[in-house]
């Protein structure tokens, strides 16, 4: 039987307690805010990015992407651990080199290493998108690995359940998101003027528009209403959410009610999210039909 490593990213945003219960190797991306280079998950926690956010407000965080060197010394470090299989689950490749890196860094790797061709597996999978889109696979995959199973079946599951998972959030400010350019600034600072929230389509590498709230009381039902429309019955879904605990409370409450039965995971975003779409959000991850 393989010795399985599952790996993944910060912007999948597993909270710190799933990754030591289930023994999930996390690689945080650097983020530049105020004039200095951070760490997510290491050099601040969730609540303390979005203090760092409220310091410098009119300033937009930089993250940068895992670099193929990085990728190519954890692959050395977990093979000297003793482990032959390694599943990298990263951040949407249309949203950062990351993915490919991964991939340059297993060839250069292997090249490096010729003596662990056919003895070690290294798989890496493009998420297609964020959070728990593919941050609930990875805990998925995690307890797979707990159970026994093998190094292909895990990697099966992972791949299949990416296919058919989507996200939809709300934003409260456009401020962050029109910066970033996931909205145009125009846009952002017209609906901000109306009172316009737009609730967000994450799926299959892309991030769109679909749909807009007048005000923030009718975000989280939109995005309710939307979730329900495309979720596949009777199936898993999560809670996505940002500062505010409150919007988490009444996006578990409403989908409960409507449901009759409650998310299986609740997903903070860290920095990665919360630098293009702003520090408060609302959303649900789930399979489509």
């Known amino acids: 039987m393989s010795n399985i490593r599952i790996i993944t990213d910060s912007a999948s945003d597993l909270s710190v307690a799933e990754e030591i219960a289930y023994g999930i190797r996390m690689i945080p991306f650097p983020v530049i805010l105020g004039g200095k280079s951070y760490l997510s998950r290491v050099d601040f926690d969730n609540e303390g990015f979005y203090d760092l956010m409220a310091r410098y407000p009119d300033e ?7 670099t193929p060197f990085e990728f190519q010394q954890i692959m050395q470090e977990e093979v000297d651990a003793g482990n032959d299989a390694l599943l990298f689950i990263l951040i949407n490749s249309e949203g950062s080199a990351t993915y490919s890196n991964a991939v340059l860094a297993k060839d250069a790797f292997f090249e490096e290493h010729p003596e662990y061709r056919g003895k070690v597996r290294i798989e890496a999978v493009d998420s297609r998108g964020y959070s728990a889109l593919y941050g609930y696979p990875v805990v998925e995959a ?6 026994g199973a093998e190094f292909e079946d895990v990697v099966a599951y992972v791949r299949n359940s990416i296919e058919k998972r989507r996200i939809y959030f709300g934003i409260y400010s456009l401020k962050y998101a029109g910066k970033s350019g996931r909205i145009p600034t125009a846009a952002a600072f017209l609906g901000d003027k109306l009172g316009l929230k737009p609730v967000m389509k994450i799926f299959d ?3 769109t528009t679909a749909a807009k709230a007048r005000g923030e009381s009718k975000l ?3 995005v309710a209403d939307l979730t329900l429309r495309d979720m596949a019955p009777g199936t898993p879904y999560q809670i996505i959410y940002g500062c505010e605990p409150e919007d988490r409370d009444k996006m578990e409450n409403l989908m409960t009610e409507r449901l009759d039965y409650g998310p299986t995971g609740f997903y903070q975003i860290g920095a990665v999210i919360a630098a293009n779409a702003g520090p408060r959000v609302a959303g649900v991850c789930f399979d489509i039909l």
């Open 60 to 66: 937009l965080p930089a993250t940068a992407q895992i």
């Open 142 to 147: 995690a307890k797979m690995v707990r159970s």
């Open 220 to 222: 989280i039902p939109m």
């Open 205 to 207: 590498h892309e991030i």
